[in-house]
């Protein structure tokens, strides 16, 4: 897995260090660059855990920087006498630039699962209550041309009687209480009060 998929998945630098440092997560690169200076240290290769206990990350320019620590090297010195001890030589620690590093995608999915979003809408909560009587629409029709025409009632009581006889009339009912609360709620326009 590419390090910035890793880096998204973790949430940040600091999350993920850990796990890499205690080996959960195994880490490759293509290629070391010293830093400064910019000359190649190394090739394609599995990153040592002990170079990520300085590691930081350049969000700038996307950049893993590990501190490579001190290398010590014996050099043998062999001739016709035999072996003698040969000289140590200490490659000191430097800070290198890991280009493109590849990150074990079992491990760092095991260690960091995204949640599924589901992407298709909830639908619309239902709102608690009765559903309004679909005789509605045909008061609204008739009712709105009466109080346009004739003027507005004087009281809910009074708009609620006529609307009430005109059900009755069309062999439809309602309470008159239901009524009165629609009046009120979609045409408070119809009461002069």
Partial sequence: MPFAEALA??????VLLPHLREVRILARHHG??????????????????DFWAEARFD?????????????????RDISEEGE??????VIPEREVIALDVDLERT???????VATVSTTPKPPARK????????????FQHFDSVAAREGKFPSVYGAASSVEAFLKENGKSLSHRAIERGILKYRP???TA
């Fill in 189 to 191: 326009d119809w009461i």
């Fill in 107 to 113: 491990a760092v999915e095991t260690l960091f699962p």
């Fill in 9 to 14: 998945r973790a949430g940040s630098f600091e």
């Fill in 128 to 139: 608690r209550g009765t559903r309004p009587s679909p005789v509605w629409p045909q008061i």
């Fill in 32 to 49: 070391l660059y010293a830093c400064p200076g910019g000359e190649a240290v190394s090739g394609p290769g599995d990153i040592d855990p």
């Fill in 59 to 75: 969000p700038a320019t996307g950049r893993v920087i590990l501190k490579k620590p001190d290398v010590r090297v014996q050099i």
């Fill in 84 to 89: 003698r001890p040969g000289q140590l030589i």
